[in-house]
């Protein structure tokens, strides 16, 4: 299992909720990252603006290309498709308000923890990153702990 995470709007994050999370779509410039997965891999949701971890996907498929509209948005490139593709379903979904606050645990991952909160934009330039299995790890238990038992 690789664990990866996945850069992208609180709203794109909200528009694959709406769709129970059976995809995960990537830009153009992710094709190798994304044809790179296996099923089995997780990806954490890095939300850009609101600076939190949205949740956990585990990937179900293959990455295949698909340049139909599913409602995901660039604010940096209005227009950029999403064509790569990979089936998903949900690991850890916390409801909205529930997410992880990444800010107040810069110093818990290795990915995060020399830049500090301050930094933290440099840890996420870009679509997609692997990282490391102790920072999925701890992402998973604090996600987890989002949710009511």
């Known amino acids: 299992m690789q664990p990866w995470i996945a850069v992208g709007s609180a709203d794109n994050f909200e528009h694959l909720r ?15 990252q994304s044809g790179s997965m296996q099923p ?37 490139k209005p ?15 916390p409801e909205p ?12 991952l290795d990915k995060t923890r020399k830049l500090g ?3 933290l934009g440099m840890a996420f330039r870009g679509n997609l990153h692997r990282i490391s299995d102790a920072d999925y790890r701890q992402i998973e238990e604090l996600l987890q702990e989002q949710i009511p038992a």
């Open 18 to 32: 709406e769709r129970g999370f059976d995809v995960c779509a990537f830009k153009a410039s992710r094709r190798k």
């Open 40 to 76: 089995g891999d997780r990806i954490v949701f890095y939300l850009t603006g609101v600076v939190q971890f949205g949740g956990i996907v585990e990937v179900t498929g293959e990455m295949f290309e698909d340049t139909s509209d599913i409602g995901l948005r660039s604010a940096g």
């Open 79 to 93: 227009g950029e498709d999403y064509p790569f593709r990979i089936a998903t379903k949900p690991v850890v979904i």
């Open 117 to 119: 909160p301050k930094k």
């Open 97 to 108: 308000g529930e997410y992880i606050e990444v800010r107040e645990i810069t110093d818990l």
